[in-house]
């Protein structure tokens, strides 16, 4: 049953932290996003790839956050240092994308980070 | 900006009843409206979408409903169960090449009571 693993699943740390969090896509997506959900502000995209290249990450705070995809089967999101502002649940999704489609995201479980 | 409004934020709904839930968006070059639900502790899964080509979509208890010149579509939950308890999403993404972003709504959180 093909999933998008996310890891941590929970993760508290300290203000001034690194944070890593980890995502590994559907096999053969190419498509992948970073959202983060709070209760004020909903889901909210921070950035995209595809096949690798990283397409906006417009939603992103530039100065503390940074995502990468080394290779088609891991995607990276890192905030350093972290805030407590920065507690929320991050979400990973996968897709396939062809020309002028619409593509079925695929989330995963999500890391449920707190900082203190 | 919002592109996206969801009303409400919470339902409740007995067993059995209607559950409707609404979005408008302002951005007229999106074409394509999914409805995403959320289990706690789960990602967002597609339930349903529809092209504004159509008026109506139905896929067992769930159909939404557009009405492209007011800018507005919804979900309708027929005979609702306590198992569809869990938070909706509308969502909306413009007719790009290169492939959807999608825009999501606040969210709404539903709940069935048996």
């Known amino acids: 049953d093909a999933r998008v693993t996310q890891t941590p699943r929970h993760k508290v740390t300290e203000m001034g932290q690194e944070v890593t969090m980890r995502c590994q896509p559907i096999l053969g997506h190419n498509t992948v996003f970073w959202y983060r959900q709070t209760m004020m502000q909903g889901l909210e995209l921070l950035a995209y790839?595809?096949?690798?290249?990283?397409?906006?990450d417009s939603g992103m705070p530039k100065d503390r956050f940074s995502a990468e995809m080394p290779d088609a089967t891991l995607a990276t999101l890192k905030i350093q240092p972290s805030e407590p502002r920065d507690s929320a649940v991050y979400f990973c999704a996968s897709a396939t994308a062809g020309l002028s489609t619409n593509e079925k995201l695929f989330f995963g479980s999500g890391t449920q980070l707190s900082v203190l | 900006q919002q592109q996206v409004k969801q009303s409400p934020q919470s339902l409740i709904v007995q067993k059995g009843g209607i559950s409707i839930i609404n979005c408008a968006y302002e951005n007229t070059a999106f074409d394509y409206f999914p409805w995403y639900q959320q289990f706690p502790g789960k990602g967002p899964a597609l339930l349903i979408a529809?092209?504004?080509?159509?008026s109506e979509k139905k896929e067992g208890r769930f159909t939404i409903s557009f009405n492209k010149s007011a800018k507005q579509f919804s979900l309708h939950i027929m005979d609702s169960q306590p198992g569809d308890s869990a938070t909706y999403f509308c969502?909306?993404?413009?007719?790009?090449?290169?492939?959807?972003?999608?825009?999501f709504g606040e969210g709404t959180q539903l709940t069935v009571n048996p």
């Open positions: 529809i092209r504004p080509d159509v």
């Open positions: 969502a909306a993404s413009p007719k790009e090449t290169s492939g959807s972003r999608l825009t």
């Open positions: 790839f595809r096949n690798r290249a990283p397409l906006d």
